[in-house]
């Protein structure tokens, strides 16, 4: 567990732009149970990945075609939501920061962490208003 203090302004950076947190394991099945579509971006302590992915993130939704539910979890703090979210994200192996698609519950588009690493935010929102194009 990472102390609130070091995490608060990672989560509210999501927060402020519109993200609902997930903090338990009802609450992501509640979300993916809810149908249509549901962005689930897995937040992070890394400054390398993550200081890219939550401003990619962000800057998707700025387009006409977003998802129904844009929503957080975050690794090493919301411990049971993010394993039950990881179990939604079967076949990709556990990775963080993290950023998956959902349709009706169903798993759609995936960015693991070695599609974030390396990559600037614009190149992130490229990739995920693409994905928003295809199934929202």
């Known amino acids: 567990m990472y102390p609130e203090e070091i995490v608060k302004p990672m989560r509210q950076e999501l927060v402020s732009a519109g993200f609902t947190e997930l903090k338990t394991a009802d609450d992501v099945d509640n979300i993916l149970k809810e149908g249509g579509t549901t962005l689930i971006m897995l937040n992070s302590v890394c400054g390398c990945a993550a200081g890219t992915a939550r401003p990619g993130a962000i800057a998707s939704l700025q387009f006409d075609k977003t998802p129904t539910h844009v929503t957080t ?12 979210a ?16 959902f349709k009706d519950g ?3 588009h995936m960015l693991e962490r070695h599609h974030i690493e390396g990559r600037s935010a614009e190149m992130i929102a490229s990739n995920l208003t693409a994905a928003y194009d295809e199934f929202c």
């Open 73 to 84: 979890v975050f690794a090493g703090v919301d411990v049971d939501a993010v394993a039950k």
């Open 86 to 101: 990881r179990e939604h994200m079967i076949p990709f192996p556990p990775s963080s920061p993290a950023v998956a698609l």
């Open 106 to 108: 169903e798993l759609v």
